[in-house]
């Protein structure tokens, strides 16, 4: 069985999904995987799923909405796993191993794949693309507007990016420049204010002889950033337009990809679970 938060809420048992209709549920559910292991105040339960919403009995309100967790649960994994839905003093606590929750698997599978970025791309590609075949959504999609799911949620989605930044670095260290560009295309029109997926798009181009192409990137994007944000480039990609524009020789290295992606710690892969 999984808990699948990385895309709408729900819960995988042999491969099929189970939809969650109520709101209220899905939320407490949502609230919990993000803390497997850990109990959670009834408060702060409570400021999730009803904040600013007028109760006259929140207490009861939490023991009805989790009786229905522990139904769904028993229901969706033909067993009883609706126990691990335990209440304990002042809260409630989801007693499930970390490795059941999606996001957590995608944590750690993520982490894995960037630490082999420099010693083997291929097996880092095939981590990372594994990892992101986990989602199917935008995270938490519809886990509610209480502030824990919606921090989470940034969170996740932010590293997704950075996962997907990663692949696609494996991929051109890989020698696959030509198939990761009409990909960077698509992401960079998605994406137009991440840089990191410019940068990667101007290499990969300027690798299939595309300079001009990818000097025109770097325009879209530094047009962007100036209209929406009132920002000039960050230094990796006035770097990245120097080199071309220079054509210079370490544009065909290895060590280009690393240069800025390890220049720093970069501590959203650096555990294998989120610090929600």
């Not at 904040?51 to 909405?65: D, I, S, Y």
């Not at 970390?98 to 944590?107: E, P, Q, T, Y």
């Not at 990667?200 to 879209?220: D, I």
Request: glycine share 6%; proline share 4%.
């Amino acid at each position: 069985m999984e808990i699948s938060i990385l895309g709408p809420v729900s819960i995988a048992h042999d491969g099929t999904h189970r939809e969650i209709k109520a709101s209220k549920v899905r939320a407490l559910l949502a609230t919990l995987a993000l803390e497997a292991g850990r109990a959670v105040a009834r408060v702060e339960l409570a400021e999730e799923l009803w904040a600013g919403q007028p109760m006259r009995n929140t207490h009861n309100a939490l023991q009805v909405t989790a009786t229905r967790v522990r139904k769904i649960l028993d229901t969706a994994a033909g067993a009883s796993v609706g126990a691990a839905l335990r209440a304990v003093p002042k809260g409630y606590l989801l007693d499930l191993p970390a490795k059941w929750i999606d996001s957590n698997r995608f944590l750690d599978i993520a982490a894995q794949g960037t630490a082999q970025l420099t010693k083997n791309p291929l097996h880092a590609a095939e981590l990372l693309e594994s990892s992101l075949k986990l989602w199917r959504g935008p995270a938490l999609l519809d886990a509610g507007d209480g502030l824990r799911c919606r921090g989470a949620a940034a969170l996740l989605d932010e590293r997704r990016l950075v996962a997907w930044e990663d692949l696609i670095t494996a991929r051109i260290a890989l020698g696959r420049e030509r198939e990761t560009v009409p990909e960077l295309q698509q992401l960079t029109a998605r994406y137009p204010l991440r840089e990191r997926f410019c940068e990667l798009l101007m290499l990969a181009l300027y690798r299939t002889g595309r300079q001009s192409e990818a000097l025109e990137a770097y325009a879209a994007t530094r047009r962007h950033l100036d209209e929406q944000l009132g920002v000039r480039p960050g230094d990796g990609l006035l770097r990245r337009q120097a080199q071309i524009l220079e054509q210079a020789p370490d544009l065909n290295d290895l060590s280009v990809l690393w240069e800025r992606k390890f220049s720093a710690s970069r501590s959203a892969t650096a555990g294998s679970r989120a610090q929600y």
